[in-house]
């Protein structure tokens, strides 16, 4: 994304033309980034050699995973819906981990049928509808469970989950108990030790604790497991002098212990894949002027971009079209929703602006679609995605007809 003569393009394409021929809002996908995102991540970890599972609540589009998965990379999914979608894009039912705490009976016996390589349980009654299910067709079913090392991730609290007070995985006693129960069972297969401890983390020593916690596992159970799935989590620069996490050190920390347990690592990276390959593309409506502050209202709302008003996350904003003009005094950016918590930015100066102006907000390719909604009974935006210098649509906006 850069500016040429002042205006915005986006992979050599003008965001100008891009939403003149597709509308606002509307969500824009790069491929060369979503491209550049995954052999990144790649190199970074080549010489653990992992199995990398995209974390599809991150972004479900279909035509997104099918991207993902020619890289050949699987999927972490943590509903049936999820499955459906990562099967339909042709993922490999043996690269996909299924996850979460509340798996139905449902969902759990058409996993098992769709022959995955995991199911990740969260607790001894999810393990029990497992084997009643195996008991009922006579199959072995591969499992792992799920650790929670009590290991603070040092980000947003609503999207840790590592922590004790968190409602993902078991404690360490539970996680042994439970391996020394089942070891034996003739329908379960223990494969891995799964751990995830929060999202946008950009510190590496949470995972290095993170990392002795699953060692004490392993020591005190003298199991011998296929799997350690480390989860994601690895955070993104949003542009507000965001720490970058050092996947070196992380690396390095990982190498040695593989090495030591010889054991195969799992990764379910969401953001760090396709967070900052996101645009939010929308249009000024109208300029509010009062006092002290200036309304930019945009005709993006919190349904269509949630995390703001959900936990405060910031993005930037940038205006399509690059002027010199500062206007020295503070820009509220927000939607038309009828929620005072519908505000995407506050900055205490901006270029000038106009009504009818095009803006983009960055970095919103995890969470911004999956987190949509028809709150004030509004349309979710269309998906569109920039590849070889070509713009598809890849969600065709719904109609009001069709939502009511």
């Known amino acids: 994304m850069l500016y040429k003569n002042k205006k915005l393009f986006i992979d050599k394409i003008s965001a100008n033309q891009i939403i003149k021929k597709f509308g606002t809002p509307a969500y824009c996908y790069s491929y060369a980034q979503l491209k550049e995102n995954i052999l990144n991540f790649k190199r970074n970890f080549k010489n653990i050699d992992p199995l990398i599972c995209f974390a599809v609540k991150a972004n479900n589009n279909i035509k997104i995973l099918n991207e993902i998965g020619r890289f050949g990379l699987g999927a972490d999914v943590v509903s049936k819906g999820e499955l459906l979608a990562s099967l339909k894009s042709k993922i490999n039912p043996k ?12 969902e759990i016996n058409f996993a098992i049928k769709k022959n995955i390589l995991l199911i990740n349980t969260e607790s001894q009654s999810e393990i029990e509808t497992i084997l009643k299910i195996a008991k009922k067709i006579k199959r072995k079913v591969d499992i792992g469970i799920r650790l929670n090392p009590n290991v603070d991730a040092k ?162 904003i940038i205006p399509t079209n690059k002027n010199k ?40 390719g995890a969470y911004g679609k999956v987190l949509s909604s028809n709150y004030n009974l509004r349309s979710n935006p269309k998906e569109i995605l920039i590849k070889n210098l070509k713009v598809f649509e890849i969600r065709k906006k719904e109609t009001l007809q069709s939502i009511i």
């Open 325 to 364: 003009s500062k206007v020295s005094k503070r820009h509220d950016f927000v939607g038309p929703i009828c929620e005072t918590t519908d505000k995407f930015l506050s900055i205490k100066s901006y270029q000038k602006l106009n009504e009818g102006d095009n803006i983009v907000i960055c970095d919103v």
């Open 155 to 316: 980000t947003i609290k609503e999207i840790t989950t590592g922590k004790t007070i968190n409602k993902f995985g078991l404690k360490e006693k539970e996680v042994i108990d439970l391996i020394n129960h089942y070891k034996k069972s003739k329908y379960l297969n223990i494969k891995c030790l799964s751990v995830h401890i929060g999202s946008q983390i950009t510190n590496h020593i949470p995972y290095f604790k993170m990392l002795k916690s699953i060692q004490k596992i392993i020591d005190k159970s003298k199991f011998n497991f296929e799997y350690i799935d480390l989860g994601g989590g690895m955070g993104i620069n949003y542009g507000e002098n965001t720490q970058k996490l050092n996947y070196k050190k992380y690396s390095k920390k990982i190498e040695k212990f593989v090495k030591k347990n010889s054991i195969k690592i799992i990764f379910e990276p969401g953001r760090s894949i396709i967070g900052n390959a996101g645009y939010l593309l929308s249009k000024i409506i109208y300029i509010k002027k009062t006092g002290k502050i200036n309304f930019i209202i945009i005709d993006a709302g919190m349904n269509d971009l949630m995390r703001p008003a959900l936990y405060k996350a910031y993005h930037r």
């Open 95 to 106: 690269k996909i981990v299924f996850s979460g705490v509340g798996k139905t009976y449902d």
